[in-house]
């Protein structure tokens, strides 16, 4: 229980340095909302519906009143990134995943005298 609060804090820290880092209003809601929706579903989107960024506008106390977001594709993934490192993920190489895959495989069935050889 205590090891799970600790890294909670962290966590809590990790986002306040990353948001005190950024400096447009868009990143800021840009990357909290894109965090939300990431725990919430385990997805990544690239559209952000309005209610949730007025709430989140709130939260940052970001004034929206002629808000326009300007959250770039490459502010977006650079934040995704940085969003997966935070939570522990590392990213999928499926060439590398399918080789490691095949080895595994043809190691078991020669442990297990399975493959066929052409004596």
């Known amino acids: ?26 990143s800021k809601i840009g990357f909290v909302l894109q965090l939300g929706y990431f725990k919430a579903t385990g997805k990544v989107y690239s559209e952000y ?32 990134l940085a969003i997966l490192e935070m939570l522990g993920y590392k990213s999928f190489n499926k060439s590398e995943a399918c080789w490691k895959l095949i080895k595994s495989v043809f190691q078991t069935l020669n442990e297990n005298g399975m493959i066929l050889r052409g004596d």
């Not at 909670?8 to 400096?23: A, E, P, R, T, V």
């Not at 007025?54 to 300007?70: S, W």
């Open 1 to 26: 229980m205590i090891m799970r609060d600790i890294n909670f804090l962290l966590f809590q820290q990790k986002i306040k340095d990353k948001l005190n880092g950024l400096s447009a209003n868009d």
């Open 49 to 80: 519906n309005h209610d949730d960024k007025a709430f989140v506008g709130k939260l940052l106390v970001i004034n929206l009143d002629g808000y326009n977001t300007d959250y770039s594709e490459r502010t977006r993934l650079t934040h995704k």
